[in-house]
Nanobody, 114 residues
Framework: QVQLVESGGGLVQAGGSLRLSCAASRSSFSFAVMGWYRQVEGKQRELVAAIYANGETRYADYVKGRFTISTNKARSAVSLQMNSLKPEDTAVYYC????????WGQGTQVTVSS
């Protein structure tokens, strides 16, 4: 059984930066796809960014140019660098990883104050 452990959420002022990190509980585990989703209470969870085994990345339109997703070489950990944060980025952010099965992190709160 593999768990995804997230860190890095918190409170930041608009225009600031945060870096979210997520690592598999077993570092020998490698994922084909890793990504970040976010969810606001009362709304559906939505994809923020994803990175694939061939290195390709995918971003939601509203974070392009502000957020950057990356993985370690082993593809057992994923990070999300968030710059120029806006109040509308406030949400719970979830790490996601796929390797024959879909895994989710526990979620980390990001709050951006205006």
């Amino acid at each position: 059984q593999v768990q995804l452990v997230e860190s890095g959420g918190g409170l930041v002022q608009a225009g600031g930066s945060l870096r979210l990190s997520c690592a598999a509980s077993r570092s020998s585990f490698s994922f084909a796809v890793m990504g970040w989703y976010r969810q606001v209470e009362g709304k559906q969870r939505e994809l923020v960014a994803a990175i694939y085994a061939n290195g390709e990345t995918r971003y939601a339109d509203y974070v392009k140019g502000r957020f950057t997703i990356s993985t370690n070489k082993a593809r057992s950990a994923v990070s999300l660098q968030m710059n120029s944060l806006k109040p509308e980025d406030t949400a719970v952010y979830y790490c996601n990883a796929v390797s024959g099965y879909q895994y989710w992190g526990q979620g980390t709160q990001v709050t951006v104050s205006s």
